[in-house]
């Protein structure tokens, strides 16, 4: 089975500055997903990656797909009290019936300082 | 895209009682997955429902412990049967929402057992 493995596991920032968490799989990716998780709550989708060498940016956050397409990185640039939460990554695997489940890591955890 | 609502956002129950969740999505879908999350670990699928079949049950995880059910294309029902403390998690449902959009979540169900 897909495993996947997050670092760091949690993350204290001051206000401002740059981060990356990575995200690393123990087989061949066929799509990574970045969600984000406020405390408590439901995911936000954040990014999706499929292709090797893939990057993708949405305001401040960057996220790359490597070219082996085993490991993939979120980066966030400024961070602001905002971009505090968990931040898991995920892949799909297939699961029957034309179906696909994500596989989740088990998340780093952002606080940013003001 | 497509919206998911889940009910209720939290609950305390004693144990020994059920509780029955639900997810409706503002459009059909034909794959629904349900997710448990326990405190400071990530997402672990329970089960895949498809409608008008029976769920489909990971590893570890029983349909009499948690029946799921699956009326239509937009709307289905997780319930935690005869629950103890260990069953205290967020709940979380789940689909597709499309080849470049990921997986939408619902606003997840935050269960205390008592």
């Known amino acids: 089975s897909q495993e996947l493995e997050q670092s760091p596991q949690s993350l204290i920032v001051q206000e401002g500055k740059n981060l990356t968490i990575n995200c690393t799989s123990s087989k061949t990716l066929y799509g990574l997903y970045w969600y984000k998780q406020k405390y408590g709550e439901g995911l936000i989708f954040l990014m999706m990656?499929?292709?090797?060498?893939e990057e993708k940016s949405h305001e401040k956050i960057t996220a790359k797909l490597d070219e082996k397409k085993q490991q993939s990185s979120l980066h966030i640039t400024a961070s602001q009290p905002s971009h505090a939460g968990i931040y898991l990554c995920g892949a799909p695997s297939y699961s029957g019936a034309g179906s696909y489940q994500l596989t989740f890591g088990k998340g780093t955890k952002l606080s940013v300082i003001p | 895209s497509a919206v998911i609502s889940q009910k209720p956002s939290r609950d305390i129950c004693q144990r020994g009682t059920s509780l029955t969740i639900q997810c409706q999505v503002d459009?059909?879908?034909?794959?629904m997955f349900w997710y448990r999350q326990q405190p400071g670990q990530s997402l672990t699928l329970i089960a895949t429902a498809n409608q008008g079949s029976e769920a489909t049950y990971e590893s570890g995880f029983v349909i009499d412990k948690f029946p799921i059910s699956r009326p239509n294309l937009t709307f289905s029902t997780l319930t935690v049967s005869n629950m103890s403390p260990e069953d205290s998690s967020i709940y979380l449902c789940?689909?597709?929402?499309?080849?470049?959009?990921?997986?939408?979540f619902g606003s997840g169900t935050r269960l205390t057992v008592v």
């Open positions: 789940s689909f597709r929402t499309g080849a470049n959009y990921g997986y939408t």
């Open positions: 990656l499929q292709k090797g060498g």
């Open positions: 459009s059909q879908v034909t794959m």
